[in-house]
T-cell receptor, first 113, second 114 residues
Framework: GENVEQHPSTLSVQEGDSAVIKCTYSDSASNYFPWYKQELGKGPQLIIDIRSNVGEKKDQRIAVTLNKTAKHFSLHITETQPEDSAVYFCAASFFQGAQKLVFGQGTRLTINP | DAGVIQSPRHEVTEMGQEVTLRCKPISGHNSLFWYRQTMMRGLELLIYFNNNVPIDDSGMPEDRFSAKMPNASFSTLKIQPSEPRDSAVYFC????????????FGPGTRLTVL
């Protein structure tokens, strides 16, 4: 089955700097790659996603890149702010009766003021 | 839109007791997912439904776990009997039918089994 590896597990950056989180997946049939942000005591919330026919997508300070050949995708956050501190999860999806998401282990991002 | 609703938000029970977690998906969504989150194992998919029919329950850890979806607006996850190792946060999520529809998560139920 699908396996998603996420790195690093923890990341600490200075406010205003950029943060990059990387994920690799195993199943070439995966065609949808969402990123979720989870704040303490809350459920994961989608922040950006990318589909397999697109190489890059940007939404304000957040961007995601996808390399289907290498089977990896990355989240880039620029001009980081204290409210970006959270746990971030990548996921890979394939369709098996319904959309089935396999999540990475998560990255705890801390923004230091 | 109220989003995915889960109840209770917190549950503390003793080993051996039956626990029932509840979920109301977003109206119009036809896929529903139950996840478990622990520090050791991260986010694990337990079971998912499409149009109220269970599609894949291979993630359900043991026969002590069961899930139902009697109609499009309600699902339950039951643990009977509960054990301390079941302590975790359980999330329900819902989405549309296509392979690229966003999954929306509920706030979760934090279960503690003493």
């Amino acid at each position: 089955g699908e396996n998603v590896e996420q790195h690093p597990s923890t990341l600490s950056v200075q406010e205003g700097d950029s943060a990059v989180i990387k994920c690799t997946y195993s199943d070439s049939a995966s065609n949808y790659f969402p990123w979720y942000k989870q704040e303490l005591g809350k459920g994961p919330q989608l922040i950006i996603d990318i589909r397999s026919n697109v190489g890059e997508k940007k939404d304000q300070r957040i961007a995601v890149t996808l390399n289907k050949t290498a089977k990896h995708f990355s989240l880039h956050i620029t001009e980081t702010q204290p409210e970006d501190s959270a746990v971030y999860f990548c996921a890979a999806s394939f369709f098996q009766g319904a959309q089935k998401l396999v999540f990475g282990q998560g990255t705890r991002l801390t923004i230091n003021p | 839109d109220a989003g995915v609703i889960q109840s209770p938000r917190h549950e503390v029970t003793e080993m051996g007791q039956e626990v029932t977690l509840r979920c109301k998906p977003i109206s119009g969504h036809n896929s529903l997912f139950w996840y478990r989150q622990t520090m050791m194992r991260g986010l694990e998919l337990l079971i998912y439904f499409n149009n109220n029919v269970p599609i894949d329950d291979s993630g359900m850890p043991e026969d002590r776990f069961s899930a139902k979806m009697p109609n499009a607006s309600f699902s339950t996850l039951k643990i009977q009997p509960s054990e301390p190792r079941d302590s975790a946060v359980y999330f329900c999520a819902s989405s549309g039918y296509t392979s690229t529809d966003t999954q929306y998560f509920g706030p979760g139920t934090r279960l503690t089994v003493l």
